[in-house]
Nanobody, 114 residues
Framework: QVQLVESGGGLVQAGGSVTLSCTAS?????????VGWYRQAPGEQRAMVAT???????NYADSVKGRFTISRDNAKNTVYLQMNNLKPADTAVYYC???????WGQGTQVTVSS
């Protein structure tokens, strides 16, 4: 079993910043796996936001490039998502996932007001 716990969401004004955290626990070697952030807005499918490999290589959705930064702390089994210059279109529930595994956390809501 693997548990993922996301935190850090909330209500923020457009142009503001938020940092999300996701901590993994259970039967997983966090440090050797790629990890990603995904988001799901009402009425839409869950979509990839950013991923980071065990070596630190990153990949971003076009809509967040230059505004979001994914990072990881393997000692803490934690992945972060720094979100800057937020837009109302970024409003969604954000989830983290260890790539190749089926587990999802409960998600954290980010609401950006205009």
């Amino acid at each position: 079993q693997v548990q993922l716990v996301e935190s850090g969401g909330g209500l923020v004004q457009a142009g503001g910043s938020v940092t999300l955290s996701c901590t993994a626990s259970g039967s997983i070697r966090f440090s050797i796996n790629a990890v990603g952030w995904y988001r799901q807005a009402p009425g839409e499918q869950r979509a990839m936001v950013a991923t980071i490999t065990r070596g630190g290589s990153t990949n971003y959705a076009d809509s967040v490039k230059g505004r979001f930064t994914i990072s990881r702390d393997n000692a803490k089994n934690t992945v972060y998502l720094q979100m800057n210059n937020l837009k109302p279109a970024d409003t969604a529930v954000y989830y983290c996932k260890i790539l190749g595994y089926i587990y999802w956390g409960q998600g954290t809501q980010v609401t950006v007001s205009s």
